[in-house]
């Protein structure tokens, strides 16, 4: 398996794409931001989205939109074909598509609203937090993106303010405080482990 920056060569795969997610999204019966094949062709020409390919036959997908000026940035439209499913493929483009988006845009701080369990976890296991919708972009052209979900009269009914999609952030200035103490916990750790290791031997000797 392919996981990829993708790029304009893989144009040739954005209908199916576009396909796939609205499928998906039919069968799951909730709400989904319906995408253009022009669209999904946008990303890839920016460099700003990640694809799977087996043998040259359409896997997974996923695409970086940013907002605010760049203060946020969402890892959108995450999809696996139904062939390649429960063998860890989201896992492994999530994790891709969350490395390109950190180093591409080191400052802003990534988020995602989500129903599925699914991405919740994936999303926990990078290091997200779930947030109320006052956290995220106020950039109206993303709300604007949940007008084609079947449930958008809840948004509106609340000021956008909340909905049946849960808000996920991650936070590199909370993350960046918290690693050093992770460093020293596993520096303290370390040493402890050779000191017993070093008294170890020395009974040995004796
Ligand atoms: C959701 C989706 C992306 C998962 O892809 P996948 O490659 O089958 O998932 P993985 O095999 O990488 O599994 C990742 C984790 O999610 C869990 N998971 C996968 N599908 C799940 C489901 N339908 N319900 C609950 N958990 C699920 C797995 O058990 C795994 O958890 P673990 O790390 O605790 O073992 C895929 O089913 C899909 O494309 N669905 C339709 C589109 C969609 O829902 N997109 C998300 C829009 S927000």
């Given at each position: 398996m392919e996981i990829i920056i993708a790029?304009?060569?893989?144009?040739?795969?954005a209908e199916e794409i576009c396909t796939t997610i609205e499928n998906a999204a039919k069968v799951r019966g909730t709400g989904i931001a319906k995408r253009k094949p022009e669209y999904v062709i946008s990303k890839m020409q920016q460099g700003n989205a990640v694809i799977a390919l087996e043998s040259n036959k359409f896997a997974g997908f996923c695409y970086i939109e940013s907002w605010s000026h760049g203060k946020f940035v969402a890892n959108s439209g995450l999809i696996v074909h139904p062939d390649f499913r429960g063998i860890g493929l989201s896992k492994k483009i999530k994790k891709k598509i969350f490395e390109h988006s950190r180093a591409k845009f080191p400052e802003a701080k990534i988020f995602s609203i989500t129903t599925g369990l699914a991405v919740m976890k994936l999303n926990s296991d990078l290091g997200y937090k779930p947030v109320t919708?006052?956290?995220?972009?106020?950039?109206?052209t993303f709300w604007n993106?949940?007008?084609?979900?079947?449930?958008?009269d809840v948004l509106q009914r609340t000021n956008q303010k909340m909905c049946l999609c849960t808000g996920m952030l991650y936070d590199p200035v909370t993350e960046n405080k918290t690693q050093p103490q992770k460093k020293i916990k596993e520096k303290t750790f370390n040493r402890l482990k050779s000191i017993k290791q070093h008294l170890f031997l020395k009974k040995e000797k004796k």
């Amino acid at each position: 398996m392919e996981i990829i920056i993708a790029d304009i060569s893989h144009s040739i795969y954005a209908e199916e794409i576009c396909t796939t997610i609205e499928n998906a999204a039919k069968v799951r019966g909730t709400g989904i931001a319906k995408r253009k094949p022009e669209y999904v062709i946008s990303k890839m020409q920016q460099g700003n989205a990640v694809i799977a390919l087996e043998s040259n036959k359409f896997a997974g997908f996923c695409y970086i939109e940013s907002w605010s000026h760049g203060k946020f940035v969402a890892n959108s439209g995450l999809i696996v074909h139904p062939d390649f499913r429960g063998i860890g493929l989201s896992k492994k483009i999530k994790k891709k598509i969350f490395e390109h988006s950190r180093a591409k845009f080191p400052e802003a701080k990534i988020f995602s609203i989500t129903t599925g369990l699914a991405v919740m976890k994936l999303n926990s296991d990078l290091g997200y937090k779930p947030v109320t919708f006052s956290e995220l972009t106020t950039d109206q052209t993303f709300w604007n993106g949940c007008k084609t979900c079947v449930n958008y009269d809840v948004l509106q009914r609340t000021n956008q303010k909340m909905c049946l999609c849960t808000g996920m952030l991650y936070d590199p200035v909370t993350e960046n405080k918290t690693q050093p103490q992770k460093k020293i916990k596993e520096k303290t750790f370390n040493r402890l482990k050779s000191i017993k290791q070093h008294l170890f031997l020395k009974k040995e000797k004796k």
